[in-house]
């Protein structure tokens, strides 16, 4: 996702947003480098929170699960 220009009204790329760090967490394109910056403090606090590979049908496994 780029970083400026051309986005929808209402993105602000320089405020993290959980369901972008989500996206990030999980791999995806569609987050800017503040989600990936937030992600980072919370996986700092929390290692159990680094970004995880999605969940398939036979795993349920998913962020910071115990």
Same mark, same amino acid.
């Given at each position: 996702?780029?970083? $400026?220009?051309? *986005?929808?009204?209402?993105? =602000?790329?320089?405020?993290? $947003?959980?369901?972008?760090?989500? =996206?990030?967490? *999980?791999?995806?394109?569609?987050?800017?480098?503040? =989600?990936r910056?937030? *992600?980072? #403090?919370? !996986?700092?606090?929390?290692?159990?929170?680094?970004?995880?590979?999605a969940? !398939?049908? !036979? $795993? $349920?496994?998913?962020?910071? #699960?115990?």
């Open positions: 996702m780029p970083d $400026s220009g051309g *986005l929808p009204q209402g993105i =602000d790329p320089g405020k993290a $947003s959980v369901a972008r760090m989500y =996206d990030a967490m *999980l791999g995806g394109e569609h987050n800017f480098a503040i =989600d910056e937030a *992600l980072a #403090a919370f !996986t700092a606090i929390d290692p159990r929170c680094a970004p995880w590979p969940p !398939t049908a !036979t $795993s $349920s496994a998913g962020p910071c #699960a115990s």
